[in-house]
C-alpha cells in the first residue's frame, strides 16, 4: 500500500535527485565587464591606490561585488587576471573603442579608450593568452558591461555609441563561443534613472537610454549561434528593488550612502547605492543571488510533481481514515 510515508520519501527522493542533476559543475568562473564586476584589476593595476578606503578590497562597494559572491556560490573562485585569477573585468572600462590598444575594430562610433581595456579586449586578451578554440567548456563566462557606455553618452561625449555598444556584446558572446565557450551569463543594464549620480532632470533620460541599451542587447544575443546564453534581468530586479525596498531587507534606494551615511562598517547595510553609481555590499548580494538563479535554475515542473506526490499521499491517508 502506498502511504503517506511512501510519498514523503519518494519525494525526498526526486529532490534529492533533481537538485543533484543540477549543479551543473561549473569548473571555473570567468567574468568580463566593468567596475560592477572587477575583483581588483584597476586596484592592482594602480598598485593599491584605486579604489581608495573604505572601498573594501580593491572593489568598487563596500563589500565583495556580485562576481566573488557568485563563485562562492558555485564552490569555484574569481580573483583579478593581473594576479592571475579569472575575473578580467576592470573598472571604466566600456563595452568597445573604435579601436582598441591592440588593434581591435569596435562597432563604428563604440568610442574613445579610457585607458583600461574594454570589455570586448579582454574577452580578446584571454582568448590570444590560451590560444583560439581552447576556452574551457565546462566554464560559466559573465558579461556585463555598457553603463560606462551611457555615462559617457549622457556626459556629452559624442564619441559614446552606447547603441552601438549594445550590438557589441552580441559579437562578444559570439567570440567566446567560437572559442569552445558554452555557458554564458550576459546582465542587461540596470535601471540607470535610479542611480544617485544621475544629474537631477535626466533621470527619464538615462532610463531611456537604458531601456534602449537593453533592446538592442536582448535582439544582437537572439543571433548568438550555439552556446547556451542565459540573460539576468538586472533593470527589471533593480525596478522591484526600488518599487518595495523592504522585502529586499533595504531602508533607501535613493542616496549616495557613502557621501551621506558612513560612518563605518554596517551603516550602510540597509542602502541599494554605496556610491554614486555603484550598489553596496546589500546590493551585490542580491544580484548574485538573481544570478545563481539563474544558471541553476529549479525546473518549472519540479514543485508541481512534488504537489501531486504529497497529495497521493494525504488521499491515500484521508481514504484510510
Avoid at 534602449?212 to 530586479?237: E, K, Q, R
Avoid at 557621501?259 to 547595510?269: E, K, N, V
Avoid at 555603484?278 to 538563479?293: E, K, Q, R, S, V
Wanted: glycine share 14%; hydrophobic share 40%.
Amino acid at each position: 500500500m502506498f502511504t503517506f510515508t511512501h510519498a514523503r520519501n519518494l519525494c525526498a527522493l526526486v529532490l534529492s535527485l533533481s537538485l543533484s542533476s543540477l549543479s551543473y559543475g561549473y569548473t571555473q568562473l570567468f567574468s568580463f565587464g566593468d567596475s560592477l564586476s572587477d575583483r581588483g584589476n584597476v586596484f592592482a593595476f594602480s598598485g593599491g591606490t584605486n579604489p581608495p578606503s573604505p572601498y573594501f578590497n580593491g572593489q568598487f562597494s563596500n563589500g565583495d561585488v556580485w562576481t566573488g559572491l557568485l563563485a562562492a556560490q558555485l564552490g569555484v573562485t574569481s580573483s583579478p587576471s593581473l594576479l592571475g585569477g579569472t575575473n578580467h573585468a576592470w573598472g571604466g572600462a566600456r563595452t568597445c573603442y573604435a579601436v582598441d590598444p591592440d588593434g581591435i575594430v569596435g562597432e563604428p562610433g563604440c568610442g574613445v579608450g579610457s585607458g583600461v581595456p574594454s570589455t570586448e579586449q579582454q574577452v580578446q586578451d584571454y582568448i590570444d593568452a590560451v590560444g583560439a578554440g581552447n576556452l574551457d567548456s565546462g566554464a560559466l563566462y559573465t558579461i556585463w558591461t555598457g553603463g560606462n557606455d551611457i555615462n559617457g553618452a549622457l556626459g556629452g561625449d559624442t564619441t559614446a555609441d552606447y547603441l552601438g555598444a549594445a550590438e557589441t556584446v552580441e559579437d562578444i558572446a559570439q567570440n567566446l563561443i567560437s572559442n569552445g565557450a558554452v555557458h554564458i551569463l550576459v546582465n542587461n543594464l540596470p535601471n540607470l534613472g535610479l542611480v544617485p549620480g544621475i544629474p537631477a532632470g535626466f533621470e527619464f533620460v538615462a532610463e531611456g537610454f537604458t531601456l534602449n541599451f537593453n533592446s538592442a542587447l536582448a535582439a544582437g544575443l537572439a543571433n548568438v549561434i550555439g552556446g547556451n546564453i542565459m540573460l539576468l534581468d538586472a533593470y527589471d530586479l533593480t525596478n522591484q528593488i526600488a518599487a518595495d525596498p523592504g522585502a529586499y531587507g533595504l531602508t533607501n534606494v535613493d542616496d549616495n550612502c557613502l557621501a551621506t551615511a558612513y560612518a563605518g562598517p554596517g551603516t550602510c547595510d540597509g542602502h541599494l547605492f554605496w556610491d554614486d553609481l555603484h550598489p553596496t555590499a546589500a546590493g551585490h548580494i542580491l544580484i548574485a543571488d538573481a544570478a545563481y538563479a539563474q544558471v541553476i535554475p529549479v525546473p518549472a515542473a519540479l514543485p508541481l510533481l512534488l504537489s501531486a506526490l504529497l497529495g497521493l499521499g494525504a488521499a491515500k491517508r484521508a481514504r484510510k481514515a
